[in-house]
C-alpha cells in the first residue's frame, strides 16, 4: 500500500467522532435511521473539514505572495468522484478505511455510492481537470474557472439498442465538496444598446445598457495536490436572476411572470451543452460562454484592483488560458472592462489583454471551429461585435501593411467570414488576441502551422508552440489501478507518481519471470472486475482469458468506431464459414456516447449493439467472440476500464484526431495500442518503441494524396471480397430484423463518400489485428510488452505537459504554501473591519 499520513490511535478516536458529529449535526441522522447517503455526505465533510487549513492557507499565500495566478477558462471540467482521489492526495485514506471499518462502515460502498460531477463531454474536460490536479500538485497558484452546469452531460440508457438520453441529477445527493460564496456575486449583462459619448475632455466612451441583466453566483471546489500544501480553487459560476419573484405579476394573476425572470436567468446554466441545432439552443449557448466568461473576468479584475488599484499589469499577474475557443469572448470582454469601464486608452488595454490570454487549439476538424452569427452576436452582445469589428479593422490594417497585395490573405484570416451570412470565427479571435497558440500534440501542432492556422503561423511565427496533452498519474494509475500501483511502488518506490519519468526503472523487470506473473496477475484480475461489473449492467457474460480489445471514448465517425465494426463482422463471417477455424478468443468492449443531434454516431452505436446481438447468441461462435458495449461511459466508470484492456484502439483517420488522452491512460495501465500515425498515438510510438506498437493504415500525407486523386470508396468495395461480404451483411438486414433500411444512411456514406476514409484503412487494420491475435498467444512476450509501454510512458504525465505550460506560456513559478494556520484562530483574535488582502 502507498504511504499514508501518519495516524495513530487518537486521531482514529477523533475521525469516529467527527463521522457521528456530521451524522448528527450536519445530516440531521441518527446511525438507526441513516441512510447510505447520509454516510456518505458524513464522511466527505469530515475529509473536507480536513481539508480547510491547506485551502485557507494555499489562498492566503496567493494573496500574500503576489505571484502570477493561472486562471484556465474551460466551459468542461469533467473531475470525476472526489471522495477516493482526495483520499490519495491528502494521504488519509487508510486512516479514514479504519475509523469507518471500526464504525461499522464499509468505506469502498460509500466511495462507490459517490455521484459523478457530469460537467464535461469528454477529452477536453477530462484534461482540463488532470491540469487542475497537476497544478496543485507542483504548487502552481491556480483558479479554475467554468460552469456550475445544474444537469451535467446526459445519463446514457439503451431502447432497443438506441441510445436513450437521461437527465444527469448530479446535485440531487447533494455537494459536499463545494462553497457558495453568494457575497461574491457578480452582474452579467446581455442585449440592450450601445451609446457614444464625449467627456469633457472630448475622449469619446461608448456606454453599453443591456436589456436584462442576471447574477452570477461563484461555487468553490477545492483541488487538493498529491502530498502536499496546495489546495487550489475551481470555481463554478451558477446563474440567478437579481429578482427572482415579482409580486406585481403575481399578485394580478400573472403567475409564469412573476417568475419568468427567474427562469430565463437560471436556464443559463441549466444543462450542459444545450443542442444548438434549433435557433435558440445556439442563443443558450452564446450566454452560457459569456456568462462565465464575464464573471471569470470581473472576478480576476475585482482581486487585482484589491491588491494593486488599478489594472496597468493586470497581465503580469494574472495568466489566463482559453481551453478551445467556448471562452473566446473573453478577448472582447477583457477589452470593454478596461477600455468602457476602467477608462483605458485602446492600445494600452489591447496590450495588457493580448499579454494576458493565451489560447489551446484542440481540434482540426474545420466544422469544429467554432463560429457566431454577425447578426446574433449583435443582438446578444452589442458592445462586444463592436469591440470585435474594431479588433479586426485594426489586425487587418496591419497585414495590409505587411502583405499589401494580397486582399486573399486578408480574407483568409480576418475574424469575420464574409461568404454568405457573416460569422465571426472565434478560433480567429483568440488567435489574434493571445500572446501564445499551443497544439496538443507534436503531430497536432505541425498541421495547424501547415494547414489549419498556416497564416497566423506566417504573420507570427514565434507564437504557435506545441504542448503535448497528459493524464494524471494520480486517478489513472493510483486510483484506477491500485494493484498495478502497489506493484510497482514495491519494485522501484513510489516518487514516480509525481515523477512518471521514473518508470523507467522498471524496463530490467520486464525479463523477469516473476515480476510478470504478479503483472499478469494483476491485469486478470482487473479483467474479472470489468466482466463482473459489465455481466451485471448488460448482462452479457465475458472470458477473462480472452484478448480484451477496447474502445471507449465519444462516437464520432472520425474515431472510427465502425472499422473496429467491420472487423468483428469479418471475423464473426469467418466464423460462419468455417466453425472450426483456430481464432484468439476476443472480447470486443465499446463505451462512449453519442451527442444528441449526431444522427450517424447514434446510428453506429445502434449497430454495435445489434452487432453484439447477433454475435453473443450466435451458437457457431461459442464464446470465442463477444461484443458488449458498456453503458454510460464516463469517469468513475472508466476506473474499471483502462486497467482492464489489453488492446487499446486508436484507430481514427490520421490528421483527424488532436491529441487524445484515452491512448495515454490505456498504455499507463499496460495496454498495447493499435492505432494510425494520429494525434498523441506519434509520440506513444516514439516513446514506447514500434516494435512495442501495432501500426497499420495510411500517414496524413497519404490521406491527403488520395484525396488529391479522387478517392472513390465503391472500388475497394468491389475488390475487396471480405469487405464487400461485411457491408453486403449489414445491407442485407442481418443485423436489423431484416430492415434493410435502417443502416442504409451508414451503408451510403461508406461506398459514396468515405469521409473518414473507413474502407481504405480496412485492410490494413485487418492484417494489424491477425498479427495481435498471433502476439496475445505468447503470453511472455505480451506481458513484456506491457511493461516495457508503462516503462516509457513518461513523457505523458500532465505534470510534464504543465511545467511546460509554465515555461513556454505562462511564466509561473512553483510556489509552495507555508503553513500558517494549522487550526481555528484562538479566541479573542481580532478581525479586520475590511480585509486588508483580496477575498477569494
Given at each position: ?173 447533494g455537494n459536499p465538496w463545494e462553497f457558495k460564496k453568494s457575497d461574491l456575486a457578480v452582474e452579467v449583462g446581455f442585449g440592450g444598446q450601445t451609446a457614444t459619448f464625449a467627456d469633457q475632455e472630448g475622449r469619446v466612451h461608448v456606454c453599453w445598457t443591456p ?467 494520429d494525434g498523441a498515438n506519434v509520440e506513444i510510438r516514439e516513446q514506447v518503441g514500434p516494435e512495442n506498437f501495432f501500426l497499420f493504415g495510411m500517414r496524413v500525407d497519404e490521406v491527403e494524396a488520395l484525396w488529391a486523386a479522387g478517392y472513390r470508396p465503391r ?104 503553513l500558517k494556520w494549522e487550526r481555528l484562530p484562538s479566541q479573542g483574535i481580532v478581525f479586520p473591519k475590511r480585509p486588508a488582502t483580496p477575498r477569494f
Open positions: 500500500m502507498l504511504k499514508q499520513m501518519e495516524i495513530d490511535g487518537q486521531a482514529i478516536e477523533k475521525l469516529k467522532r467527527a463521522f457521528a458529529y456530521k451524522l448528527f449535526f450536519q445530516q440531521g441522522s441518527l446511525p438507526i435511521s441513516a441512510s447510505l447517503n447520509d454516510y456518505y455526505l458524513a464522511v466527505s465533510y469530515t475529509l473536507r473539514d480536513r481539508m480547510q487549513a491547506l485551502f485557507i492557507n494555499t489562498v492566503a499565500a496567493m494573496a500574500e505572495k503576489k505571484s502570477r495566478i493561472v486562471c484556465y477558462l474551460s466551459a468542461e471540467f469533467l473531475l470525476g468522484p472526489h471522495l477516493l482521489n482526495n483520499l490519495i492526495n491528502l494521504g488519509l485514506y487508510d486512516a479514514f478505511a479504519r475509523a469507518t471499518r471500526e464504525t461499522g462502515l464499509d468505506l469502498q460502498q460509500i466511495i462507490e455510492h459517490e455521484e459523478e460531477p457530469g460537467l464535461g463531454n469528454g477529452g477536453l474536460g477530462r484534461l482540463a481537470a488532470c491540469y487542475l490536479d497537476s497544478m496543485a500538485t507542483l504548487e502552481i497558484p491556480a483558479i479554475g474557472y467554468g460552469i456550475r452546469y445544474e444537469f451535467g452531460m446526459f445519463d446514457q440508457a439503451f431502447e432497443q439498442g438506441w441510445q436513450k438520453e437521461l437527465s444527469d441529477r448530479w446535485l440531487l445527493p436589456s436584462s441583466v442576471v447574477k452570477g453566483i461563484p461555487y468553490d471546489t477545492p483541488i487538493p495536490g498529491y502530498r502536499v500544501n496546495t489546495v487550489n480553487i475551481l470555481r463554478l459560476w451558477s446563474a440567478e436572476a437579481p429578482k427572482s419573484f415579482d409580486f406585481d405579476d403575481f399578485n394580478v394573476g400573472d403567475y409564469f411572470g412573476s417568475v419568468a425572470e427567474k427562469i430565463q436567468a437560471e436556464n443559463i446554466t441549466k444543462v450542459l451543452y444545450p443542442n444548438d441545432q434549433p435557433f435558440q439552443g445556439k442563443v443558450l449557448r452564446l450566454r452560457q460562454q459569456y456568462f462565465f466568461v464575464s464573471a471569470s473576468l470581473q472576478d480576476m479584475v475585482r482581486l487585482h484592483r484589491m491588491q494593486y488599484g488599478n489594472l496597468d499589469d493586470f497581465h503580469q499577474h494574472f495568466a489566463v488560458q482559453l481551453n478551445d475557443t467556448h471562452p473566446a469572448i473573453a478577448v472582447p470582454e477583457l477589452m470593454r472592462l478596461l477600455v468602457d469601464v476602467h477608462g483605458y486608452e485602446w492600445d494600452r488595454a489591447w496590450s495588457i489583454t493580448s499579454g494576458t490570454f493565451a489560447y489551446t487549439n484542440h481540434t482540426l476538424l474545420p466544422e469544429a471551429l467554432e463560429t457566431w452569427s454577425v447578426d446574433l452576436l449583435g443582438q446578444l452582445l452589442p458592445r462586444h461585435l463592436e469591440i470585435i469589428l474594431e479588433i479586426n479593422r485594426r489586425f487587418l490594417d496591419s497585414v495590409r501593411s505587411q502583405y499589401p497585395d494580397d486582399e486573399d490573405l486578408i480574407r483568409r484570416v480576418s475574424i469575420i467570414d464574409e461568404k454568405g451570412e457573416r460569422w465571426v470565427r472565434m478560433a480567429h479571435l483568440a488567435c489574434i488576441g493571445s500572446h501564445k497558440i499551443n497544439g496538443v500534440a507534436a503531430l497536432h501542432t505541425e498541421l495547424l502551422k501547415q494547414h489549419t492556422l498556416a497564416d497566423f503561423h506566417r504573420l507570427w511565427p514565434e507564437k504557435l508552440v506545441n504542448v503535448t496533452n497528459g493524464v494524471t498519474p494520480r486517478r489513472w494509475m493510483a486510483l484506477s489501478n491500485p494493484g498495478l500501483t502497489e506493484l510497482i511502488a514495491s519494485a522501484i518506490g513510489e516518487q514516480w507518481i509525481t515523477d512518471l519519468h521514473r518508470l523507467h526503472e522498471l524496463e530490467p523487470l520486464a525479463n523477469g519471470p516473476a515480476f510478470r506473473e504478479r503483472w499478469q496477475a494483476i491485469k486478470h484480475d482487473n479483467k474479472i472486475r470489468l466482466a463482473r461489473i459489465l455481466r451485471e449492467r448488460t448482462g452479457i457474460v465475458l472470458d477473462p482469458a480472452s484478448l480484451f480489445d477496447v474502445q471507449v471514448k465519444r462516437i464520432h465517425e472520425y474515431k472510427r468506431q465502425h472499422l473496429n465494426l467491420l472487423h468483428i463482422i469479418t471475423l464473426y463471417n469467418r466464423l460462419k464459414r468455417d466453425p472450426g477455424l483456430d481464432l484468439t478468443p476476443r472480447s470486443f468492449i465499446f463505451g462512449g456516447k453519442a451527442a444528441p443531434g449526431y444522427f450517424m454516431a447514434k446510428l453506429i452505436i445502434k449497430l454495435i449493439n445489434s452487432v453484439a446481438e447477433a454475435v453473443n447468441n450466435d451458437p457457431d461462435i461459442d464464446g470465442r467472440l463477444r461484443v458488449a458495449f458498456f453503458p454510460d461511459f464516463n469517469v468513475k466508470n472508466a476506473h474499471a476500464i483502462y486497467p482492464a484492456a489489453d488492446l487499446s484502439e486508436q484507430i481514427s483517420t490520421a490528421g483527424k484526431e488532436a491529441s487524445g488522452t484515452g491512448n495515454m491512460k490505456f498504455a499507463m495501465n499496460g495496454a498495447l495500442t493499435i492505432g494510425t500515425l472500388s475497394i468495395y468491389e475488390a475487396n471480397e471480405e469487405l464487400r461480404a461485411a457491408i453486403d451483411l449489414i445491407a442485407d438486414g442481418r443485423f436489423s430484423g431484416g430492415d434493410r433500411q435502417m443502416f442504409r444512411p451508414l451503408i451510403d456514406s461508406l461506398l459514396e463518400h468515405d469521409p473518414f476514409l473507413v474502407l481504405a484503412d480496412y485492410q490494413a487494420y485487418l492484417d494489424c489485428q491477425q498479427q495481435v491475435g498471433a502476439m496475445f498467444r505468447n503470453q511472455e512476450q505480451w506481458c513484456r510488452m506491457s511493461i516495457l509501454n508503462v516503462s516509457r510512458m513518461g513523457l505523458f504525465s500532465s505534470d510534464r505537459s504543465i511545467a511546460e505550460y509554465c515555461e513556454k506560456i505562462w511564466q509561473v513559478q512553483r510556489s509552495p504554501v507555508a
